[in-house]
């Protein structure tokens, strides 16, 4: 069951991820999808062992009835995209990305959509728990329909940014040897634009540096590159749903980059998670548009986005959702081209960042625990926080939609379990850096004491 996770399924290939729980999950995901069609879209990531998965996946889709629309390797938002298109007369009930996203290369998963939602939580425990019981499916005829998926989406992604064309900014750009240049190279030579890509090429092996852009080591090398070369820069991870946007004053995290794109939308509805800055939201109702605070994950911000009619959702991470003018999903790529034409509009994305209220922002800090452990330390942390101790920071708020966010008079401080990893994750901000410090000293010594509570 360890590889049902809340969002995806994830796992080391081979070790967790076999023929045989490959082939029954697809068998078992037949079942979920069949209600809504006959056709499901599939594509892969750059990971060398992907293709395999592809093989697994596809014979227990067929087993179970379903056939499949095969699109090769792509970016994870092409996938999306799958589902709201129509090819030689099929459209697609759901589709399955193969990925292993950030992960080491080792790992790989599925990100799974069906009929236009993402399938993921309670969902994906109950089909872990069932594939447990399932018979090894009989193997079926190979029925898989190729379908070249990529070239309409750039073809889409030309036509929606056609006003860009031959835009005088250098802009530079990392795909960290992920997908994301299967995608970029075309659509920004199609638009005559001055670029300078590094490790473009997709190797699954990761040989430069490890494809996650919310770390700032991993922007080393861009960071050169932008120096010497470039006006704004791009780095994105291995799948292509999330992006870091560099200038040379700023990295602008995914809710710095929210208020950037409404600044373009008319009483924009945006939606933001627990880790994204005050700043953010504030900033926001100033200016006349909704914002809703909600749990991370981008399956968790896609179905609020459906829900709410949102325009816009945004993690800090920088996974990106644009609803206004696009499909309602996370793409990098898209977000790529949103912000540059922010620019081409006139907007100076550094002098709209220097008008925001300083504040100091720790980086996600996170505490190492145990998969069994992380929800009752929530749960203990909450029990704490009613009655803390005599000389903690004075609590205005506390907000329980996804962990603990602690708002004190000055700023805040979040603590979450992580639905992916062991850990807890958290995030501190105050107007005052020394205040900063204070709210993070102090809920670390009641996490401890919530971790000595549970031992004893």
């Known amino acids: 069951m360890s590889i049902y996770r809340e969002y995806d399924i994830r796992g080391i290939f081979e070790e967790e991820l ?20 006959e056709y499901v879209a599939v594509g892969y990531d750059a990971r060398s062992h992907s293709p395999i998965l592809f093989e697994y996946l596809t014979a227990g889709l067929n087993a179970g009835g379903m056939k499949v629309l095969g699109m090769g390797m792509v970016p994870t938002p092409v996938n999306y995209f799958c589902n709201y298109q129509e090819f030689d007369g099929v459209t697609a009930c759901g589709s399955v990305m193969i990925t292993g996203s950030h992960n080491p290369s080792e790992y790989n998963g599925f990100k799974i959509t069906i009929n236009k939602l993402p399938f993921f939580g309670e969902s994906i425990y109950a089909l872990g728990r069932t594939i447990d019981i399932l018979p090894f499916p009989l193997k079926t005829p190979r029925d898989v329909i190729e379908i070249d998926a990529l070239s309409r989406y750039k073809a889409y992604m030309i036509k929606e940014f056609s006003h860009l064309r031959g835009m005088k900014e250098k802009i530079v750009y990392d795909c960290g040897n992920g997908v994301a240049g299967l995608g970029l190279v075309d659509i920004f030579s199609a638009l005559e634009l001055d670029t300078f890509g590094i490790y473009v090429d997709p190797d699954g092996t990761f040989p430069n540096h490890h494809p996650d852009p919310s770390e700032e080591h991993n922007l080393h090398d861009i960071k050169k ?16 749903d999330r992006i870091a946007v560099l200038t040379h004053k700023n990295n602008i995290k995914g809710d710095m980059m929210a208020l950037l794109f409404a600044l373009k939308m008319k009483n924009p509805i945006v939606i933001g998670e627990v880790k994204c800055s005050q700043v953010m939201y504030d900033t926001l109702r100033e200016r006349g548009a909704t914002a809703v605070m909600y749990k991370t994950g981008h399956s968790n911000l896609k179905v609020k986005m459906k829900e709410l009619h949102a325009d816009l959702a945004c993690e800090v991470s920088g996974h990106v959702f644009f609803a206004d003018r696009y499909f309602g999903y996370d793409d990098a790529i898209y977000a790529t081209f949103r912000m540059l034409e922010l620019i081409h509009d006139g907007i100076d994305l550094d002098s709209e960042i220097a008008k925001l209220p300083k504040v100091f922002s720790t980086e996600e800090i996170k505490v190492k625990t145990t998969e069994h452990e992380k929800f009752p330390l929530i749960d203990k942390l909450k029990e704490l926080l009613k009655n803390p101790p005599a000389d903690f920071p004075a ?11 602690v708002i004190f008079d000055k700023g805040w401080g979040l603590v979450r379990a992580s639905n992916t990893t062991p850990v807890l994750v958290t995030r501190f901000e105050s107007t005052e850096e020394a205040q900063a410090v204070r709210y993070e000293n102090a809920l670390n010594a009641l996490i401890q004491e919530a971790q000595n509570q549970l031992k004893v």
Request: aromatic share 8%; glycine share 10%.
């Open 395 to 405: 609590i205005r708020e506390i907000i329980e939609v996804d962990g603990v966010r």
């Open 18 to 37: 076999n023929e045989e729980t490959i082939t029954r999950l697809g068998y078992a995901l037949a079942d979920e999808m069949r209600p809504y069609g």
């Open 225 to 240: 590159v932008l120096a010497q070369r470039g006006d704004i820069a791009f780095a994105y991870d291995g799948d292509s």
